[in-house]
């Protein structure tokens, strides 16, 4: 500092919360001047206080002081200069939340997701933000804690009434760190998002840590296990539905691949043990791992999210992906494929004719996966819905195979490759028919259970 005068004075501007503020207040800049900051005054201000916060304002209050200039030490401790401060007003500042939260929200109660908003803000302000994207309000069982109502209850009393509460205000670190740890006693997967440096150690305790990539400070971004590019709580939601499609697209994945598997193994040991040839060659085996193991099944892992994916409650964490229901469906596919395979394999071998019985069976069990991918793309719904054609690549991978078999059937330099000979119209229509059986009898199980219901 350079040469202080005697009259020198520094003004301190101070700004915080209103209730907290006001206790380190002793006047007040009135209406008429100051004045001492009575008891009706410091009500009339909270009062105030209260009013712009049950409107969604986020209310600072701004206090000041004048000290002699050589009395004050700007390296020194400032907050022992806070007392005695002259209270000059509110500051309501409105923060709307963005237009999709409140309907991100309402999505991630339909999906089984709680959402809780953890907050610094005064707890009226909270309730009435928390009113506004409809996390508490009419028919809904949610309750709003203060920081201070958390320091008052244990872990195990918080953990017991956590499920009511969707709003905790005015909490101090500490606080998230216990919010989370609540959370995780009941059973829950915590999601904890952050941008501050004090978010740190709920990030890190959270299952799944979120930092803001915009706002939030490196430490929360070392912290957290994801980082949101644009600070857009709707952009998590997002993220939870297209993590929920590729898990189902993995499951239709196995469930096709499997099926096949179980298909092709039961025809050839069934045909050996009743001591008919086998129905297919080994290159019309490699043959079909190409052409039904390759794109069909690639594409299955791109098909596009199912309509009310986000209808359902979360999996359990530690959920197989093979239950046991899931398999026993699996064994059916491939029983009937292997049936059906067999079937016209056998009937077929009547006529005297092996080529054509085998060509005939070749073709009928590469069409079997035709359907069968139906199957595996829809594990409880009809296979028939309006999502029916919305995965172009899988159509046009299935077409591929139609046209491959095709030539693999009829064109001469292949008839050489597969052992295959030229099947009629007949024959075709056969395999087509007995093909279908696989989807038609899932269907009529679907059908059946949807009427049980």
């Known amino acids: 500092m350079g040469q202080i005068s ?21 006047r007040w800049a009135g209406p008429d001047g100051e004045a001492v900051l009575d008891a009706a005054a ?62 991100a929200i309402a999505l991630c109660r339909q999906a089984g997701i709680q959402v809780k908003m953890i907050t610094g803000d005064h707890k009226i302000t909270a309730t009435a933000i928390a009113h506004e994207l409809g996390l508490i309000g009419e028919g809904l069982n949610s309750e709003v804690m203060s920081g201070t109502e958390l320091d008052a209850v244990s872990a195990h009393e918080l953990a017991e009434t956590i499920e009511r509460v969707a709003v905790f205000a005015r909490v101090a670190p500490e606080h998230k760190v216990k919010i989370v740890a609540a959370l995780q ?60 499609t590729i898990f189902e697209n993995i499951i239709k994945f196995v ?17 050996t043990f009743m001591g008919l040839p086998a129905p297919f060659t080994a290159i019309q085996i490699l043959w079909i791992n190409i052409i039904m193991d390759g794109p069909p099944a690639m594409t299955l892992g791109v098909d596009p ?17 093979l239950s046991g229901p899931r398999i026993t469906r699996l064994v059916q596919y491939g029983l009937t494929m292997a049936v059906g395979t067999l079937g016209v394999f056998w009937w077929a071998l009547q006529t005297g004719d092996e080529g054509r019985a085998l060509t005939l069976a070749f073709t009928t069990f590469v069409l079997f996966q ?71 009898l899932e269907e009529t199980r679907k059908l059946a259970l949807r009427r049980r219901r």
């Open 305 to 321: 999210p199912r309509t009310g994916v986000m209808d359902a409650s979360p999996r359990a964490p530690g959920g197989a992906i």
């Open 370 to 440: 035709f359907f069968n991918v139906m199957n595996a793309r829809n594990e409880h719904g009809s296979a028939f819905n309006r999502q029916l054609f919305a995965n172009g690549k899988l159509w046009l991978a299935l077409a591929a195979v139609l046209v491959l078999q095709a030539v693999a059937v009829h064109w001469g330099p292949a008839q050489a490759i597969f052992h295959t000979v030229d099947l009629s119209l007949s024959d075709w229509l056969l395999a087509w028919l007995t093909a279908a059986g696989v989807l038609l």
């Open 185 to 244: 006693a009941r059973g829950h997967v915590v999601a904890m998002t952050g941008d501050g440096v004090n978010d740190a150690p709920a990030l890190k305790t959270a299952d799944i840590g979120v930092a803001m990539g915009i706002t939030g400070t490196e430490v929360t971004r070392e912290a957290a296990a994801m980082v949101l590019a644009d600070d857009n709580f709707a952009t998590i939601v997002r993220a939870v539905r297209e993590g929920r």
């Open 255 to 271: 469930r096709f691949q499997l099926s096949t598997k179980i298909g092709a193994i039961l025809p050839v040991s069934t045909a």
């Open 42 to 103: 410091r009500a009339a201000l909270l009062a105030e206080n209260e009013r712009l916060a049950a409107r969604a304002f986020r209310v600072l209050a701004v206090a000041s002081r004048t000290l002699p200039a050589r009395d004050f030490d700007p390296g020194g401790d400032l907050f022992a200069w806070v007392a005695e401060l002259v209270f000059q007003g509110l500051a309501g500042i409105q923060d709307p939340p963005r237009p999709e939260a409140k309907a």
């Open 6 to 26: 005697p009259g020198d004075r520094v003004l301190l501007l101070v700004k915080g919360a209103p209730d907290v503020l006001l206790t380190h207040c002793s």
